[in-house]
């Protein structure tokens, strides 16, 4: 039975159009004009318990307005949400305790406090038991090395530091799901990482629930298994990371080091040099036209090699070229939505 259930799922802003010039100014007061803006058009999608799910678009697609649906913040235009048998909208004081939510771009800890003053607070408004608190608080310490700095106030945190401390203040109380809308963004590289363990393990000890947004494909790539794509509202892609980096991963990297010059170098039909420098070439190929094995053993044959290695095409790459529209979409990957997509993205099939 899933934990998370979305059906038709839509969401309606309503915006001011504000008329051109001094006069359009005056008569956009008098008599205001409204238009609508779907943010979200009718997506549905269950998430089962346990399950970790990688929410991704472009910007502006809506992943912010449908993590602000799930926690109850916005209420949608219509479709329903259905958290652990729960509305979030119509029955936000009770599922607040069920769900963790971490805003990237925002801190749910308070600003002039010592971190360890939220904490408190969050033990007191969940009525968190003290054996059960002590213990999280030592998993956090941990795994995310709060207590460098839980006597400090938040404002003077860096945005490392604050990022741990909102992602472990999400979870003190034991939610069943959390929601994490970009909980990476504008971290570094080493910071990232500790973050992405830090989730891995919670989902594995505590079997939570948990969905991310994120702009960052290796946030997607090293925690979950599942991946949503939404673009202008709509889901384009429900499946594993596998599954699409098998699809659409078509392209092939070989990176060969020279002995000698080869800038006459004759390449096997199909392989193209993408860059080269010195006596370093990168060559790619398409996997379905020519063989790995063929173009390894054509290169090592007719010239001498100092080095060779095969490139896996990344996510990043695929996840580019499906929000510039240039993948052709197999409609059998994820059903249905793959029409929307080509309808949108104005692909030919
Ligand atoms: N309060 C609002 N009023 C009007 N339009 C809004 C509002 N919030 C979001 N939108 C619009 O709804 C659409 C979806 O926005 P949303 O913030 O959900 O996208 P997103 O996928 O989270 O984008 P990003 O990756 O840039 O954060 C956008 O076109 C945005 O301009």
Redesign the pocket.
């Known amino acids: 039975m899933p934990i998370i259930e979305v059906n038709n799922l839509t969401?309606d802003?309503?915006?001011n159009v504000r008329k051109k010039g001094l006069l359009g100014s005056i008569q956009s007061l008098l008599i205001p004009e409204y238009e609508m803006?779907r943010?979200?058009d009718k997506i549905s999608f269950s998430i089962e318990k346990g399950d970790m799910v990688g929410f991704i678009?472009?910007?502006?697609?809506?992943?912010?307005?449908?993590?602000?649906m799930l926690t109850g913040i916005l209420i949608p235009t219509d479709g329903e949400i259905n958290i652990l048998g729960m509305s979030p909208s119509k029955q936000r004081k009770k599922i607040a305790s069920n769900i963790g939510v971490v805003f990237g771009q925002r801190t749910q800890l308070w600003w002039d406090l010592p971190v360890s003053d939220t904490f408190d607070l969050l033990k007191s408004i969940y009525r968190i038991p003290d054996k059960e608190f002590k213990s999280n608080m030592d998993l956090f310490n941990e795994l995310l090395g709060l207590n460098e700095f839980i006597s400090q106030p938040v404002r003077q945190l860096s945005l490392g530091q604050r990022m741990r401390a909102d992602i472990a203040a999400s979870l003190v109380h034991d939610p069943d799901v959390i929601l994490f809308?970009?909980p990476t963004i504008g971290l570094d590289v080493i910071a990232k990482e500790k973050i992405r363990e830090f989730i891995k393990v919670v989902n594995k000890e505590k079997n939570t629930t948990m969905l991310f947004?994120t702009?960052d494909m290796m946030d997607i790539e090293k925690t979950c298994k599942r991946m949503i794509i939404?673009d202008h509202?709509t889901i384009i892609y429900d499946g594993t990371v596998e599954q699409i980096k098998d699809r659409y991963g078509k392209k092939r990297t070989i990176v060969a080091q020279f002995a000698q010059n080869t800038d006459d170098i004759i390449l096997p039909k199909g392989v193209e040099i993408i860059e080269e420098a010195d006596n370093k070439k990168q060559m790619q190929f398409n996997r379905d036209e020519v063989q790995v094995s063929d173009v390894i053993s054509y290169l090592t044959s007719n010239y001498n090699i100092l080095d060779l290695t095969i490139k896996e095409p990344e996510i990043e790459s695929i996840i580019r070229e499906i929000y510039e529209g240039g993948i052709n979409y197999d409609k059998t990957i994820s059903g249905d939505s793959q029409e929307i997509v080509s309808e949108q993205l104005g692909i030919s099939r």
């Not at 910007?59 to 449908?66: E, R």
Request: charged share 30%.
């Open positions: 969401k802003y309503k915006l803006k943010a979200v678009g472009p910007n502006g697609a809506g992943k912010s307005t449908t993590v602000k809308d970009e947004t702009h939404i509202g």
